[in-house]
């Protein structure tokens, strides 16, 4: 079945140290997106691929990167993690053109502790 | 004001119950209305779209738009334990903007 992945599922990391999420999906779509989802709040959106073109929330802090080496690949990368980082971290994908312009497939999130 | 306003309930209904969730948006630039369904420790997923005022039906699900008001609404009929997830609401401008969600728990 064509779907997004995301690996790991469960990542700890220590307040300070960079932790890298990864994404990959074999729907071939040419746009990925990273969402942050605190405990009872909505999908925050930090950023987006649109094929090869990155393009950054302006509230998106400096210390969260991303990479998109390929089509089928994307990663985040957060520099310095803050406690106030702990959160699920969610990889989405759509084809705009198809459908509603913004129907997106979600992976089924990274949950993130910082200790 | 948050561009997407939702009830976060919990809301707990028995099983068969009609449920009836709801949001609030601000901006009347808003082009497409959807329901994300995401059960615990899942990403959301597509329960239905529409673009303009009115009813959208699929199955038991009904998903209603009044522009007028700004206000969405999706309605589960015959509501079954397997309905309990939470329910986001997503609307369109430039990117999907998500409201808070409603967590629905289903009672058998």
């Known amino acids: 079945d064509a779907m997004v992945i995301q690996n790991p599922r469960y990542q700890v990391t220590q307040f300070g140290k960079p932790v890298t999420l990864s994404c990959s999906q074999t729907?071939?779509?040419?746009?990925m997106y990273w969402y942050q989802q605190k405990s009872s709040q909505a999908p925050k959106l930090l950023f987006h691929y649109y094929d090869k073109d990155f393009n950054n929330e302006a509230d998106t802090p400096d210390n969260f990167q991303s990479r998109r080496p390929n089509t089928s690949f994307c990663f985040l990368d957060i520099r310095s993690p803050g406690l106030g980082d702990a959160a699920m971290y969610l990889c989405a994908t759509s084809r705009p053109g198809t459908g509603p312009s913004y129907e997106q497939y979600f992976g089924p999130g990274t949950r993130l502790t910082v200790t | 004001q948050k561009e997407v306003e939702q009830d976060p309930g919990p809301l707990s209904v028995p099983e068969g119950a009609i449920v009836s969730l709801n949001c609030t948006y601000s901006n009347s630039a808003f082009q497409y209305f959807m329901w994300y369904r995401q059960y615990s420790r899942k990403g959301p997923e597509l329960l239905m779209y529409t673009y303009s005022s009115g009813n959208k039906e699929d199955g038991r699900f009904t998903a209603q738009v009044d522009k007028s008001s700004k206000y969405i609404s999706l309605f589960i009929r015959d509501s079954q334990p397997s309905d309990s997830a939470t329910y986001l609401c997503a609307i369109t401008r430039d990117k999907l903007v998500f409201g808070a969600g409603t967590i629905l728990r289903v009672k058998s």
């Open positions: 729907l071939n779509h040419n746009v």
